[in-house]
């Protein structure tokens, strides 16, 4: 019997699940493949444009995710849940939103003869829509008290990718925004002024992408140190019910 608080996070995580799947299929409907260079990196706007509303509405909502965590709904901790989703929401809306740099160009890696190695929206898209598309599935399912395994080696198998694509891809779409905040300054509170305080975004931007660089390793390879324990101990039940915790 499924009750109250269970029907809510099932039914939370698949309509999260589902805005996220939408937001990936606009992606890939609207994204260019083919043609030039420019002719591709043109399309990253066309992209942006149909996926801002949709896209906006899906990260956003995840704010409730640390109200969930605050009443007990789920045993994650708040303090480390609300840092996830306040880095997301700086990069969607204090990043992407803010700077047309930041969802018109890519920033470009590496080339290799007419081949680029780039970052961009679209990276940046697929790694969060896919991680998304995952994690909310695995914790749906989970409400049901269902661990199918698939689920289970994708949740922590993708992050392997994942993951390190959408760091890169974030601190891609900091570094094409940042010249556009350093000349217009936006947010920023200048002195003098009657609470003598003074706030610079273009620096606050800085301090953000410094604490990515502990910040990134540690969870990474603690999630890898999960993976095995939680994959050795997971392959006995693969479709079966989750045992209590």
């Known amino acids: 019997m499924v009750g109250l608080k269970s029907a809510y996070l099932f039914t939370y995580n698949t309509v999260l699940c589902a ?51 605050a009443a007990g709904l789920v045993r994650s ?9 306040a880095s997301r929401l700086f990069i969607l809306w204090g990043i992407v939103d803010l700077a047309p740099e930041a ?16 970052l961009s929206l679209l990276s940046l898209l697929v790694a969060w829509c896919c991680s998304e598309v995952i994690r909310y599935s695995f914790f749906a399912f989970k409400e049901l008290g269902m661990q199918p395994y698939i689920l289970l080696w994708l949740r922590y198998t993708a992050f392997l990718v994942l993951y390190p694509l959408g760091v890169s891809s974030e601190l ?12 217009t300054r936006p947010w920023s509170i200048e002195m003098p002024n009657k609470l003598n305080f003074a706030f610079d975004y273009y620096y606050a931007c800085w301090i953000v992408v410094l604490l990515y660089l502990p910040g990134f390793p540690q969870l ?11 994959l050795r101990s997971g392959r006995s039940g693969s479709t079966g ?5």
């Open 19 to 69: 805005a996220w799947a939408y937001v990936l299929v606009l992606t890939f409907k609207n994204v260019q493949t083919k043609g030039s260079p420019q002719e591709r990196w043109d399309s990253i706007d066309k992209v942006w444009q149909a996926v801002e509303v949709p896209l906006k509405v899906a990260q956003t909502a995840a704010v409730l995710e640390v109200v969930h965590s």
């Open 172 to 183: 891609a779409s900091v570094a094409l925004a940042l010249p556009t905040i350093r000349a």
């Open 220 to 230: 990474y390879f603690y999630m890898v140190a999960q993976r095995r324990k939680v």
């Open 77 to 85: 901790p708040v303090a480390i849940t609300a840092t996830q989703v």
């Open 103 to 118: 969802h018109r160009k890519p920033l470009v890696v590496a080339r290799l003869g007419q081949t680029y190695l780039e």
């Open 241 to 245: 019910k989750l045992k209590p915790q």
